[in-house]
């Protein structure tokens, strides 16, 4: 079982920057990958961006060049620096564990987002 807590939400200008944490505790955080999505209101929720146990990253095409991933094993969390943010990007961000060896997913509660334009 794996906890997921995430944090650093909030409103933000068109062209500012927020950095989102997830905090993981429950298990061995180095056993699994890790992914923000987030779902806008009436649309789907979507991959933003993922990042391995060995740190390999991708993103998803709306956020490549403006968004970081990262994480660190020692301290269970995992980041995504957001930058130059757009209206588009507003939505709830969530946070995923995927263990690596079976796929059982574990998920946060999400946290708000809101770009102004």
């Known amino acids: 079982q794996v906890q997921l807590v995430e944090s650093g939400g909030g409103l933000v200008q068109a062209g500012g920057s927020l950095r989102l944490s997830c905090a993981a505790s429950?298990?061995?955080?180095?056993?699994?990958?890790m992914a923000w999505y987030r779902q806008a209101r009436g649309k789907q929720r979507e991959v933003v961006a993922s990042?391995?146990?060995?740190?390999?990253?991708t993103y998803a095409g709306s956020v490549k060049g403006r968004f970081t991933i990262s994480r660190d094993n020692a301290r269970n969390t995992v980041s995504l620096q957001m930058n130059s943010l757009k209206p588009e990007d507003t939505a709830v961000y969530y946070c995923k564990a995927a263990r690596w060896y079976d796929g059982l997913d574990y998920w946060g509660q999400g946290t708000q987002v809101t770009v102004s334009s």
């Open positions: 429950g298990s061995i955080f180095s056993l699994f990958n």
């Open positions: 990042i391995s146990r060995s740190g390999i990253t």
